[in-house]
């Protein structure tokens, strides 16, 4: 069955190129809106939608006065970091930005206004960004502000974030970490010289504080992580979760850097897991959330494997398969039908630490 579902897409996310050298490149976006059309999947219920740009009261709602104008002001000169070292300050990022966190806050509102059930962002995703600095590639974090606009606007108290970039989703994590919003986040973790693996945070025992203790949700995977493991701790943690909490939207951060192919992460997923975790949060936004499933973009290095995955998860969550079998046949990876026993086993110690830790606090 076909859901109402819109894609958020602006031509100045393309602005968010931080130079040649870059591992980021903003041309996966429009490659991804290119693939859509050229599969057909756009009609009545099936909707491309252009954001407004965010406006600085917009910004407001995730991060300070202070380091919003130190973007504008560092983007305008055209030199320099916003960060430590990751993410150049360059001509037209700040606009870029803008167009992005619009295009979130656009799928959020959609949402609520009741005009569609889901809204995939490819252009968001920011989760590194924090309330005054940017972080990892990430400006704005406008999966943060997403949620701030569904608790501001539209007085949603329960909000679940599922992140399944391969990085931490710190940002994230540290912007909700007092309070009842349940952040759930897989991603790879330790490994290589002192502490590792980007961005070094993400443990089991980071479980929230206060009110918001036992919602903060980390699933460290090992480096190699594959399909079946992957799989194993994804169905055995996030939907007994999301079911006991009920959120009232699903927000999903839906990085594919992830992929066995992506030359940053050293994760070995496939196609094959993101068919099964948008299928299955799309089940659970249905039974719990009446629908109300919000997907962002995130991480993926390798330009052609990005748009090839984004593709198949909104054809996924949409309802969608063109007419063409073969163009579809042509989204998925090969079946790698990895193995390995040792990784296998230490995900599932992961997976049984996650449930000590995290699951009394929900009475699980
Ligand atoms: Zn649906
Ligand atoms: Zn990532």
Known sequence: MTCK?????HEDYLRYDFGAGHPLKPKRYKDTFELLKRLGVFDENVRHYTPNHATVEELR???TEEYIHMVQKKCKADSGYLDYGDTPARKGIYEASCAKVGGSILGAELIMNGEVEHAFNVGGGFHHAREGSAAGF???NDVVIAARYLQKKHGVKRIAIVDVDGHHGDGTQIAFYNEPILTISLHRYGGGVLGGFYPGTGTVDEIGEGKGKGYSVNVPLP???????????FREIVPPLIEKYQPEVLLNQFGVDTHYQDPLVGLSLTTKSYLEVSSALHRLAHEFSDGKYLIFGGGGYEPSNVSRCWALIFMTIAGVKPKNSEAY?????PDLKMQNPQIHKQVQEVIKDVKRTIFPHHGL
């Not at 579902?5 to 897409?9: K, Q, R, S």
């Not at 480096?223 to 701790?233: H, I, K, N, S, V």
């Open 329 to 333: 046949r042509r989204l998925l990876d």
């Open 61 to 63: 709602l995730g991060h």
């Open 5 to 9: 579902t819109a894609l958020l897409y």
């Open 223 to 233: 480096m190699g992580t594959f399909d079946e493991a992957y799989q194993e701790a």
């Open 138 to 140: 990430c400006v704005f």
